[in-house]
């Protein structure tokens, strides 16, 4: 099996910064890409930033120059750095990896955490 546990959620001010973090573990893994989603209220999840085993990032428009994603291969971890957030930020953030288990399936399957909130109060 293959778990991601987020963590660094929280609540912060308009304008504040949270550093969120994701921990893949389990089996032996194999980790292409990763990436941060973001569920509002009564809003679809969207994909918010997303990075590659090659370190290629993809950012939505509206978090480009204030979010960075990053990762440690070696630890099997994703980060997304936050900046200025804004009110309309406010979401469950889950971290989603394209693991394949080393071993036991020649395939790549999606994994998800279970996600953080994140408010940001105005």
């Known amino acids: 099996q293959v778990q991601l546990v987020e963590s660094g959620g929280g609540l912060v001010q308009a304008g504040g910064s949270l550093r969120l973090s994701c921990v893949a573990s389990?089996?032996?893994?194999?980790?292409?890409?990763m990436g941060w989603y973001r569920q509002a209220p009564g809003k679809e999840r969207e994909l918010v930033a997303a990075?590659?085993?090659?370190?290629?990032?993809y950012y939505t428009d509206s978090v480009k120059g204030r979010f960075t994603i990053s990762r440690d291969n070696a630890k099997n971890t994703v980060y997304l750095q936050m900046n200025s957030l804004k009110p309309e930020e406010t979401a469950v953030y889950y971290c989603?990896?394209?693991?394949?288990?080393?071993?036991?399936?020649?395939?790549?399957?999606?994994?998800w955490g279970q996600g953080t909130q994140v408010t940001v109060a105005s």
């Open positions: 989603n990896a394209d693991c394949q288990r080393v071993g036991v399936s020649p395939y790549e399957y999606d994994y």
């Open positions: 389990g089996d032996t893994i194999s980790i292409s890409a």
């Open positions: 990075i590659t085993s090659g370190t290629n990032t």
